[in-house]
């Protein structure tokens, strides 16, 4: 089972390296049910893993003019200051046990799953149902504004805070469909504010949770390691390829991840 779950990180950097998002909704899987961890903990490490090997991929990107900075910023600005907070204030206080429904406990790890699977496939429709191709993306100059952006840096950041998810499950899709970015940029673009959130995210967690670091290091490792084999990838690969995959993958794991948690 530990050699499956040490593959399963090197697909969380292709996954990244591919599509710019999809690590984080791979890595908090891979390590409850691959690793063992407890949910609330794998969301800490998840941010530190999908963090570090994100921003390794920013920076291949940006340096291929594959990083769109303004968007970055302004999406930034408002999930930066959400996911530090979430993570600072809310996480510590959420109790173990939430409430009872028919003589039924539902745990504060089993709402995290759940609600991990119900976003992924709310991301997934908009992806799979998008017919623009390669040859019609055309780069909105005007379509990134700061207060348009706000709203949604904010539930980013409450989504990568709550789930230690680096939201580019979510980020995709309004690159590509609300500001118009063509896929590729949209990758290298998501991947420098899933870095950011990510990495700003694990900070709050500091001192709330014991990180063995060796563990933490080791597979963030191998994941930055497949990060950079998908980025060989997917240069033979076009964006509107890239974009319906993205949303097929995201929709079958939050199928998945649903069931698992409903049929313990």
Request: hydrophobic share 55%; charged share 10%.
């Amino acid at each position: 089972m530990e050699v499956i779950a040490y593959l399963a990180s090197a697909f969380i950097g292709i996954s990244l390296g591919l599509i710019g998002g999809g690590g984080s909704i791979l890595t908090v899987p891979v390590l409850v049910y691959l690793f063992g961890i407890a949910p609330l903990l794998a969301t800490s490490y998840s941010l530190f893993i999908v963090g570090s090997t994100s921003l390794i991929g920013a920076v291949n990107n940006y340096r291929e003019g594959q990083v769109n900075l303004k968007a970055a910023l302004f999406f930034g600005a408002a999930s930066i200051v959400t996911v530090f907070a979430t993570r600072k204030l809310i996480i510590p206080a959420i109790p173990e046990k939430l409430f009872t429904i028919a003589g039924h406990t539902i745990t504060s790890a089993l709402a995290t799953m759940v609600f991990f699977g119900v976003l992924m496939l709310t991301a997934s429709i908009s992806m799979i149902r998008s017919k623009h191709d390669d040859a019609q993306e055309q780069e909105c100059k005007d379509c990134i504004k700061f207060f348009k952006l706000l709203g949604y840096g904010i539930a980013i950041g409450l989504v990568t805070g709550l789930l230690g998810a680096g939201g580019g499950f979510l980020l995709i899709p309004a690159l590509v469909l609300l500001l118009k970015l063509p896929m590729k940029k949209a990758v290298g673009t998501s991947l420098l504010i899933i870095a950011l959130n990510s990495l700003i995210g694990f900070a709050g967690d500091l001192g709330h949770f014991q990180i063995h670091w060796k563990f933490l290091l080791s597979v963030s490792a191998i994941a930055i390691t497949g990060l950079l084999a998908g980025n060989l990838i997917s240069k033979r690969i076009p964006g509107s390829g890239l974009k319906k995959a993205f949303g097929w993958f995201v929709l079958f794991m939050g199928i998945y991840i649903i069931l698992k948690e409903f049929l313990k």
